[in-house]
């Protein structure tokens, strides 16, 4: 972004309410679609409003284009198991025809959907009235030919396939691979790979299982395809490690082809080492030459050619290392963020406590922290940059300290545009939706 603190606001959508707790954010392939998911198991889909000669400002927003239930709550009496019809993942297949396609996931069920348009609608049936009920036959004297007359736009989602009974543990994500045909699907300890048209079968690629469960070590936190190799993936682990594997090599890759792990210094060890180190988010650039991953405390890029550490390293939140015992005590060191690239791979974008979400430009060094809040979301408004001031340091005007921190607002869940310097930024029960200034200034 240049400069990447001058962003401004574009739109505020979704009602308060606990079940519209937004659980995950995703662009389609063009960015003229933004799918969000919540934890009620519904699915919205924005749409992004064509530019307008008379309102040149309202480029760029995105409206509700529709609303569908995607997951219901189920129980597994087998087990005495509550299922949550939680939205844990949306991911858009890559366009083909007028019709769009998505993936969503809960921690059990995957979901194909098909999102489609109607404006006209068949009239003139031979053997139906204009109400739709069956003619008598004997009444049919002439034969006439049906014809299309417009109607009222109409959004249509049809679920089309539906890939259930494959995971014993919660999927935490699914990938669309490039050869637009298969799909891989990701738990605690297994990875699955699923062709799209197959609902009943899935070949297990990844299975981490020991086979006593007491020597378990590690569990698979992510994983993604590679943007442009089929047979290239990558998967993280709650011990900050990262392994590229190759389908080429064998039908089960439990030997990977590389292994990325940052050497631990000893004398930074603590108490919270591993939980802190813990990958909750890995994301391919669309190069394909990096990956960018997100632990508690840092956002890393690593070269896909140097195993040895990362190429670099962004602290998004350094000051939180002194509050790490309260954050044990609450749970928010449990906390999963994830993590963007922008459509250039130039800049990364990450969440952090407080409703503020951090910006890193790679070639500038230059960082940003930013609000998503109510106070700061009239159209067209700059967002001002904040400053977090550690325990005890100097404090400037407009600084927050870090005592003053509301860990109950939390940005999670991001996503940027493929393209164009837009994001949208899931803040518990709100969505925003922010473009940068000099970007809008050039339409």
Not at 113 to 137: A, C, F, H, M, T
Request: proline share 4%; with cysteine; charged share 25%.
């Amino acid at each position: 972004l240049t400069p990447v603190a001058n962003v401004k606001h574009l739109s505020v959508c979704l009602s308060v309410c606990v079940s519209d707790i937004i659980s995950t954010v995703e662009f389609n392939h063009t960015g003229e679609l933004l799918a969000t998911g919540d934890k009620g198991g519904r699915v919205v889909i924005f749409q992004r409003e064509p530019e307008s000669k008379s309102e040149p400002f309202s480029q760029g927003e995105y409206n509700v284009y529709s609303t569908f239930q995607s997951h219901e709550p189920e129980f597994d009496y087998l087990k005495s198991l509550e299922i949550e019809e939680k939205i844990n993942k949306i991911r858009w297949l890559p366009q083909q025809n007028a019709a769009h396609f998505l993936l969503s996931t809960n921690d059990k069920t995957i979901k194909l959907w098909k999102v489609s348009e109607r404006d006209k609608r068949p009239e003139g049936y031979n053997l139906k009235d204009e109400e739709g009920r069956i003619k008598d036959i004997t009444t049919v004297t002439s034969l006439q030919v049906p014809v299309l007359k417009p109607m009222d736009l109409m959004v249509e989602v049809s679920p089309r396939r539906v890939f259930a009974n494959a995971h014993t543990y919660h999927v935490n994500s699914i990938s669309v691979n490039s050869d637009y045909e298969t799909y891989m699907s990701a738990d605690d300890l297994r990875i699955n790979l699923w062709h799209l048209d197959i609902t009943d079968r899935s070949f297990n690629i990844v299975d981490i299982k020991p086979a006593n469960m007491e020597d378990l070590t590690e569990v698979i936190t992510a994983a993604e395809f590679h943007p442009h190799h089929c047979n290239l993936f990558v998967y993280s682990s709650s011990k900050g490690t990262l392994r590229l594997c190759d389908m080429r090599e064998a039908a089960l890759c439990d030997k990977h082809s590389k292994l990325f792990e940052e050497p631990e210094d000893p004398s930074a060890r603590s108490f919270f080492s591993e939980i802190i180190s813990s990958v909750s988010d890995v994301k391919f650039s669309h190069s394909g030459r990096y990956l960018l991953t997100r632990d508690y405390l840092t956002a890393k890029v690593w070269d896909l050619n140097m195993e040895s550490k990362p190429l670099e390293t962004y602290q998004v939140h350094d000051y939180l290392r002194s509050k790490l015992c309260s954050l044990y005590e609450n749970d928010c060191i449990f906390d999963k963020f994830e993590c963007a690239w922008n459509g250039s791979d130039s800049v990364i974008m990450t969440g952090a406590y407080n409703n503020f979400f951090r910006m890193f430009d790679r070639n500038t060094k230059r960082d940003v922290t930013l609000e998503a809040s109510r106070e700061s979301s009239k159209p067209r408004a700059v967002l001002k940059p904040r400053r977090v001031c550690a325990a005890g340091g100097k404090r400037r005007k407009d600084d927050i300290s870090v005592d003053s921190l509301d860990f109950t607002k939390k940005i999670l869940h991001t996503a940027w545009h493929p393209t164009e310097n837009i994001i949208a930024i899931a803040a518990t029960n709100n969505l925003y939706i922010f473009q940068d200034k000099l970007n809008s200034e050039m339409h």
